[in-house]
T-cell receptor
């Protein structure tokens, strides 16, 4: 079993729809959770971080965390073609609500938003 | 510089050769990380530097891989006796300290033929 698993893609949604990206993790000691966006040929870019159970909203993005179920998700509302990218889920054991660089990544989900 | 700089952007080498990959972090960032990303996969942690010392090298796959950061700024990832399985994009990231957001460079695409 992989430490971090993401829903298999690619995921294709029409412009304006909600894109739902899911991630499960195996290490119950994981404390901090992140979503990165990676455009083709580019480096990963942090878009969301979440540290406690519940929802966290930032603009069109909402991250959801359920530690009991070891599940993290990312919702993108009003999806735009510019959201088309690979989305990477990453976790770290480090606590304290800080972003520590030793991350364990999932394999990524390719999202395509078509006009 | 404005961001993390990695050179070269592309490197093609023959199996068995030695390669060096360079990372120039954001000025003032004390923490530096190396990751490796294979096609269709997420980045895989290799090593973490805090200042000049390797604080965590648990991700280095074997003793052919070595990294240095002698002055606490630029880092070099060294791979000896390269194998075709080493082909990947090698990403470097840096952060102000070890507990702040890490910013990634554009990566070096290594191809071993």
């Amino acid at each position: 079993q992989k430490e971090v698993e993401q829903n298999s893609g690619p995921l294709s949604v029409p412009e304006g729809a909600i894109a739902s990206l899911n991630c499960t993790y195996s290490d119950r000691g994981s404390q901090s959770f992140f979503w990165y966006r990676q455009y083709s040929g580019k480096s990963p870019e942090l878009i969301m971080s979440i540290y406690s159970n519940g929802d966290k909203e930032d603009g069109r993005f909402t991250a959801q965390l359920n530690k009991a179920s070891q599940y993290v998700s990312l919702l993108i509302r009003d999806s735009q073609p510019s959201d088309s990218a690979t989305y990477l889920c990453a976790v770290t054991r480090d606590a304290g609500g800080t972003s520590y660089g030793k991350l364990t990544f999932g394999q990524g989900t390719i999202l395509t938003v078509h006009p | 510089g404005a961001g993390v700089s990695q050179t070269p952007s592309n490197k093609v080498t023959e199996k068995g050769k030695y390669v060096e990959l360079r990372c120039d972090p954001i000025s003032g960032h004390t923490a530096l990380y190396w990751y490796r990303q294979s096609l269709g996969q997420g980045p895989e942690f290799l090593i973490y530097f805090q200042g000049t010392g390797a604080a965590d090298d648990s991700g280095l796959p074997n003793d052919r891989f070595f990294a240095v950061r002698p002055e606490g700024s630029v880092s070099t990832l060294k791979i000896q006796r390269t194998e075709r399985g080493d082909s990947a994009v090698y990403l470097c990231a840096s952060s102000f300290t070890g507990d702040t957001e890490a910013f990634f460079g554009q990566g070096t695409r290594l191809t071993v033929v």
